[in-house]
């Protein structure tokens, strides 16, 4: 049983701040927060996705080019450019540590309005900290599992940042419906969308990036979403009121 709950809040604390802090925060700026709030969350994030630990800045790069060239040779992170989804993340990976280490330089209109600490970066980008995290999920396990079959879980603790992306870009962009013609092949996957915490409305997301609620219809329902406006309330960030307000307009019926 420890085990499980271990990995349950291992994959929902990874999925929170890889979707409200790397994605909605650092990627799109859907809200604001103070210094001391960025850098709380930064740290959660690093102590969040240990082993996979994925740096704000390289991330919101990444993404925007995805927006940009949304299902062309040019997205990072297509599925319709790979043979299968580890393939798209070993492209995926390659494109992420050049801009990370700094080897290309991306388009301007990609940098610049992220969270950055350096020495964050460094320690959580470093063999020491990914060995390290790595090492004490297997003490973990080895300290709590009681059957073997639990030891299959480890790798997807030692890649839950890269495998959630996975998820996300194969899936969100073959499998579902569409609500909006984004000229791309963006889907909605899930109609409650717990897996992912949102992220499976890449067709909504993509039609209104700046849109704080992924769900658009009714019935499509984001749970970061409550969580989102639940700080807002509590004043640790601050939403963009007209970008959050966006109106449910021009959904196919």
Not at 34 to 57: C, D, H, M
Not at 76 to 101: C, D, G, Q, R
Not at 196 to 208: A, I
Request: charged share 15%.
């Amino acid at each position: 049983m420890a085990i499980l709950i271990f990995f349950v809040v291992h994959w929902y604390l990874s999925l929170f701040v890889q979707t409200f802090y790397l994605h909605r925060y650092a990627a799109h700026k859907m809200f604001t927060m103070n210094p001391f709030w960025e850098k709380a969350f930064y740290i959660l994030t690093y102590v969040a996705q240990g082993s996979s630990f994925l740096s704000p800045r390289a991330y919101a790069v990444l993404h925007r080019m995805h927006h940009a060239f949304s299902d062309t040779e040019r997205d990072p992170h297509s599925p319709h450019f790979s043979n299968n989804a580890f393939t798209m993340m070993w492209k995926t990976k390659e494109i992420y540590n050049n801009v990370l280490n700094h080897r290309v330089e991306p388009e301007q209109r990609f940098e610049g309005n992220y969270p950055v600490w350096n020495a964050i970066e460094k320690i959580g980008d470093s063999y020491y900290s990914r060995i390290g995290w790595g090492v004490a999920y297997v003490l973990f396990y080895i300290a709590f599992a009681t059957q073997w079959w639990m030891y299959l879980l480890l790798p997807i603790h030692f890649l839950m940042g890269p495998v959630h992306g996975a998820i996300v870009n194969w899936s969100g962009h073959k499998y579902g419906y569409q609500n909006f013609d984004n000229n791309d092949k963006s889907r909605n996957s899930l109609f409650f969308d717990f897996l992912t915490g949102g992220e499976l409305f890449q067709n909504n997301h993509h039609k209104l990036p700046n849109r704080v609620n992924f769900g658009v219809k009714w019935w499509e329902f984001d749970p970061t979403w409550p969580i989102i406006w639940t700080l807002d309330k509590l004043s640790i960030i601050k939403l963009k009121a007209p970008k959050a307000k966006t109106a449910r307009t021009k959904v196919a019926a």
